[in-house]
């Protein structure tokens, strides 16, 4: 054979075999994690998904029902009062989490100690667990010897039963969420603040613009785009009420401040009718999932955004 | 920062917006604050009003009470294991397989990735159920193995890991490669290294997360000695204020928080830039 020749098949094949190796080596990379994330993830979501369309129990016993499961939610009277209490909270959380964590921001927006200080106050409450932050405020909240309650007393006002109130349970919740999740809607609007092009801020000042001014023309426009990432991540959030209302009021008084996951928990994990509990879940995640949609796609559709 | 900027983020050009920076820092601190003095009175001071929290006498004997009570540590510690394994598993998971999407060929990897993707709009709520009995089946409840396990599944690490690569320089493995080096030796000594940042990001994170983790530890972690500081310290205030007493509950509170309030202070730098990033 002529090397010339021999070289000219002796290069595809070691090419050949790069690629082979690399493709091995990206294979045995991966596994490990799509293991894990097989097992562990995909398989539980279309199980439950199954799952949903049985009566199944606590004991493995489980039988074919279809949609049953979800024809009796739209029934049960609870599960649309959890459904009407979790958008109740969402409507009372997320437009005041984003309106005061933007007010945070433009205040806290420079170098000054006094600034990082507050910034490290506003977000300390974000690192505490839903079980401490839960602790502090029913201490504030209780009408019994609880700050405010002192604080009103003091004034010589009436104690308030805040938590017993049926009218009164969600908003408390609604103020102890507000003050635990400040911290990230602040941060995400700090960070989009520091994105805002110096000169615009220049050209401004030629203009002789005031404060309001230059916030409603070159601030708040500059920061759409943190503004719909923060309401989409507020809103899956804030859907997903659970601890708060299940150690504050366990749902009550009387339902009024049960939320849909708690509603989930006490249906799958206390009286152990599984497949029911699933069908709950199934529709959770098309009612986040849907809002999230509708609200990314409002931001997207406004003109110049 | 130019005058201009400096001038329009300078909170003093504005007495409205100061004055509502005060009432809100007042509202933030407050309950810190009162927690803090409440944890500092005897609980028989405090059967006779909590007003008394305004003045003397202070006491420590709420904290000597917890060092006594040794359930609190058994549930530091379950959360300290939980916590740093399920960190050190997804800071492993995620590195090689972020690594594997972004720098290797091999079929099926682009939609494999998308799949994964497609993870991270799976709420935990929806597969709760269906892992729950999975976990019964193979007798994991009430085990660390138990606890760990869910939070390896989590996508956003392998997203995170796989952006970062993919904006590392090319030339970096390939002369490596000529060289001889295998695919791992290659990530092992030159890649992972220079993955640093991101690690830290993406470890404080996971390990906050799994720290305050309350939803799992609850239904899967039932027996008492296996609870998570989360959920024991849930448990301890079911019966709220009746039987240890406000003081004490209080203590507990801040002392359950002290672990994390350190581990943010010393990586405070960190998370204000993960945000960031998160955000652009």
């Known amino acids: ?305 | 920062m130019t005058m201009a900027a400096a001038r329009f983020q300078g909170s003093s050009r504005n007495g409205l917006l100061d004055a509502a920076l005060a009432v809100a820092s007042l509202a933030m601190a407050s309950p810190l604050l009162w927690t803090l003095l409440l944890s500092l009175k005897s609980n028989d001071a405090l059967l006779r009003g909590t007003q008394s929290a305004f003045s003397p006498p202070y006491t420590l004997q709420n904290y000597a009470d917890i060092l006594g009570h040794s359930a609190v540590f058994a549930w530091l510690l379950n959360s300290a294991i939980v916590s740093l394994a399920v960190t050190f598993g997804v800071l492993a998971l995620s590195s090689l397989a972020g690594y594997g999407f972004a720098r290797l060929r091999f079929p099926g990897r682009d939609a494999l990735f998308v799949i994964v993707l497609f993870g991270l709009a799976i709420p935990e709520q929806s597969v709760i159920i269906a892992r729950h009995q999975m976990f019964t089946a193979l007798h994991l409840h009430n085990t660390y193995g138990g606890l760990i396990l869910p939070g390896l599944a989590a996508p956003f690490g392998v997203f995170l890991m796989a952006q970062y690569f993919r904006a590392l320089p090319k030339e970096l493995e390939e002369a490596a490669w000529l060289d001889g080096a295998s695919h791992f030796k290659t990530f092992w000594r030159i890649l992972l290294p220079l993955s640093l940042p991101a690690q830290v990001t993406l470890g404080i994170f996971t390990f906050l997360a799994t720290w305050n983790d309350y939803w799992w530890p609850l239904i899967s972690a039932t027996n008492s000695d296996m609870y998570t500081l989360t959920v024991g310290v849930a448990s301890s205030q079911m019966n709220f204020a009746q039987t240890n007493g406000v003081g004490f509950l209080m203590a507990q509170a801040v002392f359950a928080s002290l672990p994390i309030l350190v581990v943010y202070m010393i990586f405070q730098r960190y998370i204000v830039a993960g945000v960031a990033r998160a955000a652009a």
């Open chain 1, 1 to 305: 054979v002529p090397p010339t020749t021999q070289a000219a098949v002796a290069a595809p094949r070691r090419v050949w075999s790069a690629a082979a190796s690399e493709a091995r080596s990206g294979l045995l990379f991966v596994a490990p994690y799509l293991i894990v994330f097989a097992v562990l993830l995909v398989y539980p979501l279309f199980s439950g998904i199954s799952l949903s369309l049985h009566k199944a129990d606590l004991f493995g016993g489980s039988q074919f029902i279809g949609i049953e499961n979800y024809t009796r939610l739209f029934r049960d009277a609870v599960f649309l009062t959890s459904v009407r209490n979790t958008c109740f909270f969402v409507l009372l959380t997320v437009p005041a989490l984003m309106l005061i964590g933007l007010g945070l921001a433009l205040a806290l927006n420079s170098n000054s100690r006094r600034s990082a200080i507050l910034r490290g106050l506003f977000f300390s409450s974000s690192v505490l667990s839903v079980t401490i932050v839960t602790l502090i405020w029913r201490m504030v909240l209780i009408p019994d010897g609880g700050l405010i309650a002192d604080l009103l007393a003091a004034a010589g006002l009436e104690r308030i039963p805040f938590l017993s109130d049926a009218h009164l349970a969600l908003p408390a919740i609604a103020v102890t969420t507000i003050w635990w999740c400040i911290g990230l809607p602040m941060m995400l609007f700090l960070a989009a603040l520091q994105q805002v092009p110096p000169d615009l801020y220049e050209a401004a000042t030629l203009d002789n613009a005031g404060w309001w001014r230059t916030l409603a023309s070159i601030t708040l426009p500059s920061i759409r785009r943190t503004a719909v990432v923060v309401a989409v991540i507020e809103i899956i959030l804030q859907f997903q009420l659970f601890g708060q209302a299940q150690i504050m009021t366990l749902g009550g008084p009387n339902n009024a401040s049960l939320p849909i996951v708690l509603f989930i928990y006490q249906i799958g994990f206390q009286r152990w009718d599984i497949g029911y509990a699933a069908a709950a879940s199934a529709v959770l995640f098309c009612i986040i999932l849907t809002a999230a949609m509708a609200q990314f796609f409002a931001a997207r559709s406004r003109p110049g955004a």
